[in-house]
């Protein structure tokens, strides 16, 4: 048996780091993991609640309410009208369907999936287990003249970006649409963090999905749109994720999760529905978020850091122009792990990601070492 080419888990490296950090005298602000630490919200606790007799298998494609509530979030929140039932999928958590979407997709050895030049690890793992490869989409150009053999099957786009927070326009999305269907690409654009747009008026809309009309010309074909809400709702322990787009690769997806028994929990589907249909809750957890990053900006850009990028999302793209694991050192001595941005790739490696992550005391403990 061959095992997978899979790299080390990158996180394993901060141990010695994060250790440091555990000695300060007041203990360690841990500023490495996008992990929610507030609560979940209790409208959905309940909807949880009142879901537990659940003594029957639940459906792969979903339940009907909840496949509802899915089309009605993407009309409501991100300005996409006419998602059918057909269109949504719910999925556990987004990182497993991100990791096993070019399997589903029947990618294979000698296939390639183009991914961002700073990005989510998890598209390269995805390619691996798929046994294809990926390749570094900085631009279209960047692919160089195309081939059968070099053409990726599978581009993945990440808006809001992780680690960097960068949002991409609709104009830029449309011409990857239009060079996509040219050369017969599927889109995957990954946009779990898109309700925490924090350029000044900017929700919701304001932050493009990959289906929206001004991007997609209102066709669906070939695109697919990765959510979560682990984010926006502080649902990262449910595992409550859905995928949307293009009716005939969402059908083909579900009939390989239905084989493999890839199936989210029903009381988890009756919650998801719930969350999506409650806008309080996220404003008031966005609200949450934006005091702590007005409050982190400032003192790291007091400690010699520049934030680039960083418009949305969850984290702060930061470098002092050094080497990152050297920005890492430093900040553990302080008591503060971050996540060093070779992580996301060689481009990265001037850069740490901080997260926003951490209660109010420890963001306030974090902007006084600093």
């Known amino acids: 048996m061959t095992p997978l080419?899979?790299?080390?888990?990158?996180?394993?490296?901060?141990?010695?780091?994060?250790?440091?950090?555990?000695a300060h005298p007041d203990g360690i602000v841990d500023l490495s993991v996008g992990t929610p630490v507030d609560p979940t919200p209790e409208i959905v606790q309940r909807a949880l609640a009142d879901a537990a007799d659940a003594h029957g298998y639940?459906?792969?494609v979903g339940t009907p309410d909840v496949r509802a509530a899915i089309c009605e979030w993407f009309e409501r929140r991100r300005g996409v009208p006419g998602l059918g039932p057909d269109a949504v999928l719910p999925t556990i958590g987004s990182k497993e369907l991100v990791a096993w979407l070019p399997t589903l997709l029947g990618l294979r050895a000698?296939?390639?999936?183009?991914?961002?030049?700073?990005?989510?690890?998890t598209y390269d793992i995805?390619?691996?287990?798929?046994?294809?490869?990926?390749?570094?989409?900085?631009?279209?150009?960047?692919?160089?003249p195309l081939t059968r053999a070099t053409t990726p099957k599978l581009l993945w786009l990440n808006s809001p970006g992780n680690p960097n927070g960068q949002v991409l326009g609709a104009a830029h999305l449309r011409k990857v649409v239009e060079w996509a269907r040219e050369h017969g690409v599927v889109v995957a654009s990954d946009?779990?963090?898109?309700?925490?747009?924090?350029?000044?008026?900017?929700i919701g809309t304001a932050t493009p999905s990959i289906l929206h009309p001004d991007v997609c010309g209102g066709s669906h074909d070939g695109l697919l749109a990765v959510y979560s809400l682990s984010k926006q709702s502080n649902l990262a322990g449910y595992r409550a994720a859905f995928v949307a787009g293009d009716p005939a690769l969402v059908g083909a997806i579900l009939e390989v999760r239905k084989?493999?028994?890839?199936?989210?929990?029903?009381?988890?589907?009756?919650?998801?529905?719930?969350?999506?249909?409650?806008?309080?809750?996220?404003?008031?957890?966005?609200?949450?978020?934006?005091?702590?990053?007005?409050?982190?900006?400032a003192a790291v850009t007091r400690a010699g850091l520049r934030v680039d990028h960083s418009e949305a999302g969850l984290y702060l793209w930061a470098t002092r122009e050094e080497d990152c694991w050297t920005t890492v050192s430093e900040l553990a001595e302080r008591g503060i792990l971050v996540a060093p941005g070779s992580f996301y790739g060689v481009a990265g490696e001037r850069h740490v990601r901080i997260a926003l992550t951490a209660t109010d005391e420890r963001i306030a403990a974090a902007c006084a070492r600093l």
Do not use: N
């Open 5 to 22: 080419d899979l790299p080390d888990f990158p996180w394993d490296s901060l141990a010695p780091f994060k250790a440091r950090a555990v």
């Open 58 to 60: 639940p459906l792969t």
């Open 110 to 121: 000698g296939d390639v999936v183009g991914v961002p030049a700073v990005a989510y690890p």
């Open 126 to 144: 995805g390619a691996r287990i798929a046994g294809a490869s990926s390749v570094v989409a900085q631009s279209l150009t960047s692919l160089g």
């Open 191 to 202: 946009e779990c963090y898109a309700e925490l747009d924090w350029r000044e008026g900017q």
């Open 259 to 297: 084989h493999a028994g890839m199936i989210m929990p029903t009381p988890v589907q009756h919650a998801m529905a719930v969350a999506l249909r409650d806008d309080t809750h996220v404003e008031r957890q966005r609200a949450a978020y934006a005091r702590r990053r007005e409050l982190l900006i």
